[in-house]
């Protein structure tokens, strides 16, 4: 049965009803925190929640009356992933070795968020310091896909997946390093926008910053060009962010594909696993960008073989990360982090900087298939979501095989990627692919999404 309550309004439809008049931001804050109280306890989708979130509402009901609302999310409710800082609350990052004290400053993109009115009602689980795929970590222990509770959302932003999926609030803040974003909103029926690298600052600096990005997590399209617009702010505190981009991203989101070069992306630089639903989806979504008008071409690429390259960055910042602990410290890490570690952090700084020139290699190999292609089309995920208690004795081979094979490869590159829901799996989960397009060309990847979104509508359901 659709799920027709105020908590499951999308961002536009909240803020429409805010400025009609026929409902408040009071009244959506109450419909999505009865969700939390009712089916939170089974999703384990928070870390903490905001006792000022009810004060925040009624200030914004308060600047609605008076037709003073005082950003473009002016009352929408919106999590934000325990990676980021959030004033007055801990960043625990999913783990036991971090501290407590409550942080003193806001993110970037919190600060964004909060300046266009968003209400934050409280901070999403992570893997631990965003190292995997499954949803679990060692502090908050298990998150699980509203779809079917014996599922993973994925991660590292399993909070934001099962948030966004159970109907806690249509925004979502998740974090990128190889797929943080894309691999939860695909296993749970969502939409995840990796933008290009800078776009959105960064402050503190991520565990993987060379290749991380934050991102917005929703229910469609046009709300993840809304909350987009509103983390992308230049802010001086991270040194290697854009300068402000003063577009709407909402403008042009309605031009569709036609005319537009799309290439269909088999190899994203080595054998990447794939399932007949991922690969029934690839061709679903071929056929409707060709249907709208694109040019859609197999597109073969000279890229290096990216699993090794990312697999040197992710075992250089797992070594690092645990070196830098104390012994007893390092002991109450993920046991898969310290696995990882010591398989891939041993590495010269030969080896390392051989691995960051490949990286380069890819994203040079990725630009100049972009002189061809306005848009690469691919899978996002090589399978449906994994068990959620599933043991992981091979981490190393799993980034590969099961979680990430084919989201990391654009965070070496830097450039835009998103995934956008594409039907149903077999099994009745979300099924999902994945558009990515030259770097600082965010705006094709949501031109693009939104295409296949209207032409392929996806079941929105009451999974609670």
Known sequence: MPNTGPASLSAEDMLAAFSRRQLTPVDVLQAVTERVARLNPGLNAFAVLN??????????ASRWRSGRPIGALDGVPCTVKDLVDLAGFPTR???????????????PMVAG????????????????????????????????????KARTTGGSSSGAGAAGAAGFGPLHIGTDAGGSVRIPAAWCGLVGLKPSYGRIP????????????????????????????????????????????????????????????????????FDA??????????????????????????????????????????????????????????????PGIRQVAAELGGMSAIEFMDADALRAAAAHAMARLHQRFDLLLCPTVPAGPPLADAPIDDPVRALWTEWAPWTFTFNLSRQPAITVPMGLR?????????????????????RAARAIELAQPFPRVDLG
């Open 51 to 60: 006792p000022g979130a009810l004060q925040a509402a009624h200030e914004s």
């Open 202 to 269: 960064q402050w503190p600096a991520s565990a993987f910053a060379s290749v991380s990005c934050a991102g917005p997590m929703t229910r469609t399209v046009r709300d993840a060009a809304l909350m987009f617009g509103a983390m992308a702010r230049c802010d001086l505190r991270d040194p290697f962010c854009l300068p402000d981009d003063p577009r709407d991203w909402l403008d042009g989101i309605e031009s569709g594909v036609a005319g537009l070069s799309v290439g269909v992306l088999s190899n994203p630089g």
């Open 113 to 148: 968020l909060k300046a266009a009115g968003a209400v934050i009602i409280g901070k999403t689980t992570t893997t631990e310091f965003g190292w995997k795929s499954p949803g679990d970590c060692p502090l908050h222990g298990i998150t699980r896909n509203p779809w079917n």
């Open 426 to 446: 077999a099994d009745r989960l979300p099924n999902s692919v994945q558009i990515a397009a030259a770097q600082f060309r965010d705006d094709l990847v949501l």
């Open 93 to 107: 990052r999913g783990s036991r070795t971090t501290s407590a004290e409550p942080a003193a400053d806001d993110a």
């Open 273 to 334: 696993p794939l399932d007949a639903d991922g690969r029934a989806a690839v061709e679903r979504a071929a056929q409707v960008l060709a249907d709208a008008g694109a040019r859609v071409a197999a597109a073969e690429t000279d890229l290096p073989d990216t699993s090794s390259v990312f697999g040197r960055v992710w075992g250089a910042v797992l070594a690092r990360l645990v070196a830098k602990l104390p012994a007893e410290s390092a002991a109450l890490l993920d």
